[in-house]
């Protein structure tokens, strides 16, 4: 006998033979791994698609009116929970202004831009010229303020509702930030003139006179 026929005469019940409920088992298992790698691909596929949108090409201070040519299209992967102005959405931000400082970059959202101007009917703003340790900490553009004009030989002390429009770079030279802040028209000339005055960064929803006049 030969070692081929040795082989060949290997006995039946020595050859490898799945049991039905192992086949089902490996059956189930090709299966799943055919579902999951179906998976992937649609996740994959999804997080692949880029979404046009606007995108600001330059800064853009609050208050500035916002126009086409400050702005670009881009191509992004975006979670379509993030809030973004699509490319075709022009119109929502076109002659708009601008809430608050927008930096360069920036992918634009409706919530940063309004349709009015930042400074209403019978409001005017002001710039001040204040120590760093006169600014309070977490004082931003659109902060409301209370203003306080220190008394003096002439005048009392007085205080001032309004909100900031703008906080400069510190003053390499002398020291100071310069601040831009919107009060009422009324209250302008008086805090133009104040040689010295504090500023209280207060809560909005504190006091229903703090309440932005747009």
Do not use: C
Not at 50 to 59: D, G, I, M, Y
Not at 114 to 134: D, F, Y
Not at 138 to 154: F, K, L, P, T
């Amino acid at each position: 006998m030969t070692i081929n026929d040795t082989l060949t005469t290997e006995p039946e019940s020595r050859r490898f033979r799945p049991s039905s409920r192992r086949r089902t088992r490996i059956a189930l298992g090709a299966a799943l791994a055919a579902v999951a790698i179906g998976g992937n691909v649609v996740v994959y596929s999804q997080l692949d698609q880029r979404t046009e949108v606007l995108q600001v090409v330059a800064n853009v201070p609050a208050g500035q009116e916002v126009t086409a040519d400050m702005v670009r299209v881009v191509a992004v992967d975006v979670d379509p929970a993030v809030p973004v102005v699509q490319a075709d959405q022009l119109a929502l931000i076109d002659h708009h202004y601008a809430k608050t400082h927008i930096l360069a970059g920036t992918l634009l959202a409706p919530q940063l831009v309004q349709a009015k101007p930042l400074i209403g009917a019978g409001q005017s703003v002001v710039a001040l010229e204040l120590r760093p340790t006169q600014v309070p900490n977490g004082a931003r553009e659109r902060s409301q303020v209370r203003i306080v004009i220190r008394a003096n030989d002439e005048t009392p002390s007085q205080t001032i509702v309004g909100h900031i429009v703008w906080i400069g770079e510190t003053d390499s030279i002398g020291g100071v930030i310069p601040v831009s802040v919107e009060v009422a028209d009324i209250n302008a000339d008086v805090l133009a003139m104040a040689e010295s005055v504090g500023l209280i960064l207060v809560d909005p929803g504190a006091d229903p006179a703090m309440e932005e006049s747009n």
